[in-house]
């Protein structure tokens, strides 16, 4: 998969996250936007090192989507935690 399609990923899975996870965020949607591409990127990559799961070149594999959204929810929680309600 190249890097365009990490960014479509990480932009599905963002959204993905966003509606697992409902709230006001404190970056927007801008902000949970990059927050998906980063976990996209972060949760492959984790996956491919500790989980001895190669990164697959399809597009449509069910453990490279999970381990996506799995990075974003992580990521959102995380940044929900350090930066919690700075948009009120």
């Avoid at 949607?29 to 090192?49: N, Q």
Wanted: net charge positive; hydrophobic share 55%; no cysteine.
């Amino acid at each position: 998969m190249g890097i365009v399609s990490w960014i479509v990923l990480g932009l599905l899975a963002g959204a993905i996250a966003k509606v697992l996870l409902p709230g006001r965020d404190p970056g927007g949607l801008i902000g949970t936007v990059l927050i998906g591409i980063a976990g996209a990127f972060i949760g492959g990559w984790l996956s491919a090192r500790f989980l001895d799961r190669p990164i697959q070149t399809q597009f449509f594999d069910l453990a490279t989507w999970g381990s996506a959204i799995a990075g974003s929810l992580v990521l959102l929680i995380g940044y929900r935690i350090l930066f919690g309600n700075s948009r009120d």
